[in-house]
């Protein structure tokens, strides 16, 4: 059991950075937009148009969260196929002697 989680701990860490990464950065877009107001939609006289800011977060959040995670289980799975044939060539062979 120790085992197996020590083999998705790096999926894990990896999980957790892509969230917040694209948290990072849905938040930094959406903040630009918001300074940048075209065409008067985030903000006005009648003040900040909050819907609007939201949508334009998820907008930017959603899809950078799935890239990202797409790019961490390839990842994960491209280093555990690399340590599954490590493994493979440094058992030594079994010839019944």
Avoid: C
């Amino acid at each position: 059991m120790l085992h197996r989680a020590r083999r998705q701990r790096p999926l894990l860490l990896g999980l957790a950075l892509a969230f917040a990464a694209s948290i990072i950065v849905a938040v930094i877009a959406t903040v630009i937009d918001w300074w940048k107001n075209p065409s008067g939609l985030f903000h006005g006289p009648e003040g900040t148009q909050w819907r609007i800011v939201f949508d334009t977060f998820l907008s930017w959040w959603i899809p950078g969260f799935l890239y990202l995670l797409v790019v961490v289980i390839a990842v994960w799975l491209l280093g555990r196929a690399v340590s599954w044939a490590r493994r493979g060539r440094t058992k030594a062979p079994e010839n019944g002697d």
